[in-house]
């Protein structure tokens, strides 16, 4: 039996990473099939467009964009903000397709606060001045993802709970801190002088709401959903109250098909560009 889904004002998502080997895919259309948001945001790094490789596009991925799909079919509005490593679609910016749509930022009222929407790595000073060098952090943190896939299996032989290298890294190196830190102070700063009263970003994979006051220029609540590779989680708002939604990693749903990490000959000879097409179709469908 079908649990009851929950009913939500709005769903917010980042950092998914399809099309890579440490997306949380699976765990994501479980999420995705719990919910119903009468708004989904998708806030930017859905698919990843710079680590994509045609020869990984499992089951569980296309059953995520599937996912999304059904939900715009059945009324929830679903809002694609681009982020950088799915920055190919900034051209699709202002397309519409039903309750589908593309934009580069968005902005709500909620509860009567201003509410702004966007990616974030706008603030990103490595993003802004050396593009190649953020691309090689990509590949570096993919392959820390991979690392850890592996370590994570031998502990789960040895009957140990899951850890995340990353995670790990980026809450203990001082250098991270600090850029996760400055990345919200510059983001706040920013969104107080334009007027808004909440921040809503992703792109640093570090899931948070909290109140940030900046001196001689004025307070916001920033909040960040995370991601679904490390963190496994959502930004949720519901008659007027942000929360957090953590993924239980120990939940293990009965009678689940298996994944299958052959794409299957139909997407083996397609780039980026051509599964983008083939999820257009089906939101047309």
């Given at each position: ?265 139909d997407l083996m000879d397609m780039d980026s ?13």
């Amino acid at each position: 039996m079908n649990k009851k889904k929950r009913k939500l004002e709005l769903a917010t998502i980042s950092d998914v990473h399809l099309g890579t080997y440490g997306s949380q895919a699976k765990e994501l259309n479980r999420y995705l099939q719990s919910i119903k948001p009468e708004t989904l945001i998708l806030n930017g790094d859905i698919i990843d467009f710079w680590q994509f490789s045609k020869r990984f596009w499992p089951k569980s991925h296309m059953k995520v964009v599937k996912s999304i799909i059904n939900m715009a079919a059945k009324g929830t509005r679903v809002v694609y903000i681009t982020g950088n490593h799915d920055e190919t679609l900034r051209k699709f910016a202002g397309v519409r397709m039903g309750n589908f749509e593309i934009v580069n930022k968005l902005e709500l009222g909620l509860n009567g606060e201003k509410t702004w929407f966007f990616h974030g790595d706008v603030f990103d000073v490595i993003m802004q001045n050396s593009r190649w060098l953020a691309k090689l952090g990509a590949i570096g943190y993919d392959s820390l993802v991979m690392l850890n896939v592996f370590i994570n299996f031998l502990s789960r032989l040895f009957g140990r709970g899951r850890i995340s290298l990353a995670k790990r890294i980026k809450e203990n190196v001082k250098s991270a801190v600090k850029y996760i830190g400055e990345f919200e102070n510059t983001a706040a700063s920013l969104a107080i002088q334009k007027g808004f009263q909440v921040i809503v970003c992703g792109h640093i994979h570090h899931p948070e709401i909290k109140a940030i006051t900046i001196a001689k220029v004025g307070h916001i609540t920033y909040l960040n959903s995370g991601d679904w590779i490390e963190n496994l989680t959502a930004l949720e708002y519901n008659k007027g109250v942000w929360e957090i939604y953590r993924y239980p990693r120990d939940e293990k749903p009965d009678n689940e098909e298996p994944d299958n990490e052959d794409p299957g000959a139909d997407l083996m000879d397609m780039d980026s560009k051509d599964i983008f097409k083939k999820i257009v179709k089906e939101f047309k469908q």
